[in-house]
């Protein structure tokens, strides 16, 4: 009887070992997935990709849109709502924006212009639905053979549904997403709608206020080597933030008159490449680099990194937080590099 029960023990102590084995095991694959698996947000009480006190759903999967930025489609619609938004070149000196939503949907976003193959892998990386109008034949390929998840305007032209064309501004420049029915339309591609967010890295309240480095009253960025496009951050104290400018102009909503605000500037430079006659790019958005992060007023050099597709700022491996609010990430080209494109002045 005492060796039927030792036999026992033995076999739920082995089949108890197995069990913990293989947690571990499926804990360290899940790891090694990144973002691609779902991982609870630790506060619900708090936006993942914002850090500030949620007004709506944390589990709201985020909506990455192309927004226009030539000049004839400026001022935007919906581009300080949005949590973090890219801004890269598209072709010659012009930007381009991918405005992320996770924290709130606006009414209307746009206009929204075409697909751009680094624009579609960092909506990917932040698990975000992808949404843009149009797009060159290759790129489509490219993102039904990558699986990206996608809602392509040029299906939706003027439907009055999804898209809409505005009477005051012409093609391309002129077409808006109605975010109210993305996530309807979403649902009828077999899209989940939601989504559990690991947070990004944010500073607590008191290392939001002792953010250091040097004074940074004003960033400059300029994208076409010949002031054609030039970018502008310039710090309001009273409510600590940088209001956005284009070539001298404040960035304001359309229809409001809201200014475009950021609470983290984060430039960052890397390699791109010309890729055809149309001036379109490839752009090395996985390599990381270097990078500086301006906050509260001040700017330091860190270095960028992507992590589970994610853009952040890195110092000596370990990641440095954002600030809790708006993200803005400017990309530069390494040629002629952060040096040359980037003004900061005290003043």
Known sequence: MRKTALSLLALLILSL????????????DNASHGQAVTEKNENPDVSPLTGLPAEGN??????GVMVNNHPKARPQTGLSKADIVFEMLAEGSITRFLAIYQSQQPDVVGPVRSAREYYFDLADGYDAL??????A???NDMIADEGIEHLDGALHDNDGNLFKRSSDRSAPHNSYLQFASVNDMAEQKGYNVTQSYQPLPFADED??????????????????????????????????????YSNGNQSIEKDADEPVTADNLFIIET???????????????TSGGDAYLVQKG????????NRDGRIIPVKNGDPVPFVPGKTWINVVPADPGMAQSVTVSNE
């Open 17 to 28: 070992a197995a069990c913990s084995g293989e947690e571990e095991q499926a804990s360290q």
């Open 58 to 63: 944390t589990e709201q999967r985020a909506v």
């Open 130 to 135: 992808y949404v843009y109008h149009g797009a």
């Open 137 to 139: 034949n290759f790129v």
């Open 207 to 244: 290392e939001a206020a002792a953010a250091s480095g040097d004074e940074a009253a004003s960033v400059t960025i300029d994208y076409s080597g010949g002031m054609k496009n030039v970018v502008t951050y310039s710090y309001d104290e009273g409510n600590a933030v940088y209001n956005r």
């Open 271 to 285: 390699p791109h490449e010309i890729i055809d006659d149309a001036g379109r790019r490839e752009i090395d958005i």
């Open 298 to 305: 001040h700017i330091r050099k860190v270095q960028w990194e």
